[in-house]
């Protein structure tokens, strides 16, 4: 069980919202964040750690959250409380309820992890937090659906939401803050009835934080923390670019891939798998099939596309590259399309997405996804909050 503590916090003020409130950075690349920061000023994506997080940029984010709330783009909230949202998405819509939860919690099991962390983005996000000084983008964790945090919810969800906004990106969003002791009461009561915690996007910024455990006092640092009903999100698959491969061929491709005993179809165009098992690469503007199904291993991880790829084709795949050094692996997520795996100096890898049962089977057995395996909507935004850490 976990405790859900309330936060002293900055609500996006609701004149302001549809201009500050960002995308979702992972659903950007690198030019298009940088366009959408150039033209929307207000835009939270300027006070994100993006690219090489050197001292610069983040001097550059703290001036971008010093400005925006001097600005008035966001409103001090009078007291300590927790924050329910809804986002619309795609069709489907989330409802989580925000506060802290103390690191210790992520860091003892309570709170479990599905994918593995890169401990060089990790140093990035702890020194954001050194820096900046602020949290915005809540570690979104799945929880079973719970009656009792079903109820507390609906309750608040029949109040009139401080904000309510069509996003530009075409999301809704709707926000209420919750300062009442009597409902904060109910929605930390149902909430320390859940058992069952896993963390569903948000794995480096909770590493970040519990970086700081070991200067803790104490209570330990703070992870501002969305929970989400697990069956209000879809998973959506995270594809693979294998970059620094110029002017790779498909028969060279084909090459590396029949010494492994695989073999290269062709495809009339682009498009996703449809099923587990089969593989989509384009190389060269040119679209193949991989099956690799016989591949697969035991579940409920090294079964996984993403596991038998990353496995199977992604490290022979790389001994094409020009050089000593292997070129970057990039993960894709799906709603980026297919045109980002085609590069003209890559070999993109198009998967199969796991799914909610793959994610909850394997934290279940104490086993975590390969790095950036699934893409979760609707994804929580950066933006709604400010809390200062």
Same mark, same amino acid.
């Given at each position: 069980?976990? $405790? ?27 030019? !298009? ?8 000023? #207000?835009?939270?994506?300027t006070a994100l750690p993006s ?6 940029? +983040? *001097? ?19 007291? *300590?409380? /927790? ?5 619309? $998405? ?9 506060? #802290?939860?103390? &690191? ?18 990790? $140093? ?12 915005? =983008? ?18 608040? %969800? ?14 809704? %969003? ?8 009597? !409902? ?8 320390? @009835? ?5 963390i569903a996007d948000g794995h ?10 070991? =200067? ?26 294998? *970059?620094?491969?110029?002017?790779? @061929?498909?028969? $060279? &491709? ?7 005993? +695989? ?10 798998? *449809? ?28 079964? %996984? ?7 199977? +084709?992604?490290?022979? /795949?790389?001994?094409? !590259? ?18 980002? +795996? ?37 994804? %929580? ?9």
């Open positions: 069980m976990i $405790e859900l503590a309330p936060i002293a916090a900055h609500l996006v003020a609701p004149e302001h919202a549809t201009s500050v409130v960002s995308p979702p950075y992972d659903a950007l690349d690198s030019a !298009t964040r940088a366009a959408w920061a150039a033209s929307q000023p #207000d835009t939270f994506l690219g090489a997080v050197d001292a610069e940029t +983040l *001097e550059r984010n703290r001036r971008a959250v010093d400005r925006l709330l001097q600005a008035g783009r966001f409103c001090d909230l009078e007291s *300590e409380l /927790l924050v329910v949202l809804e986002l619309r $998405e795609d069709g489907r819509r989330l409802t989580a309820v925000v506060g #802290d939860v103390d &690191v210790a919690a992520y860091l003892d099991g309570r709170i479990r992890p599905h994918e593995h962390v890169r401990p060089g983005r990790v $140093e990035q996000l702890a020194r954001y937090l050194d820096v900046v000084g602020i949290a915005s =983008s809540p570690v979104c964790v799945l929880h079973p659906r719970t009656p009792a945090l079903d109820q507390a919810i609906g309750q608040v %969800l029949r109040r009139t939401p401080l904000v309510d906004t069509v996003l530009p990106d075409g999301g809704g %969003l709707r926000v209420w803050p919750v300062s009442d002791p009597a !409902t904060i009461t109910g929605l930390t009561a149902a909430v320390g @009835t859940i058992t069952s915690l896993t480096h910024r909770a590493a970040a934080v519990a970086r700081r455990a070991s =200067s803790a006092a104490d209570r330990g640092p703070a992870v501002l923390t969305a929970l989400v009903a697990d069956d209000d999100l879809a998973v959506l698959a995270f594809h693979r670019r294998l *970059e620094g491969l110029t002017d790779v @061929t498909a028969d $060279e &491709v084909a090459a590396v891939l029949a010494e492994r005993g +695989l073999r290269l179809a062709p495809l009339p165009g682009p498009s996703a798998p *449809e099923r587990r098992g089969s593989v989509h690469l384009v190389v060269a503007g040119s679209w193949w099939r991989v099956e690799v199904g016989d591949r697969r291993g035991p579940p409920p991880v090294a079964s %996984l596309d993403a596991a038998v790829v990353d496995r199977e +084709l992604v490290g022979p /795949l790389a001994t094409l !590259t020009p050089g000593p050094a292997a070129g970057p692996v990039v993960p894709v997520p799906a709603p980026l399309g297919l045109a980002a +795996l085609d590069r003209p100096d890559a070999v993109g890898i198009a998967l199969f997405p796991a799914t909610m049962e793959d994610l909850l089977a394997a934290t279940a057995q104490g086993q975590v996804l390969p790095h950036k395996s699934t893409y979760l909507l609707p994804k %929580l935004r950066s933006g709604v909050l400010v809390v200062p850490r």
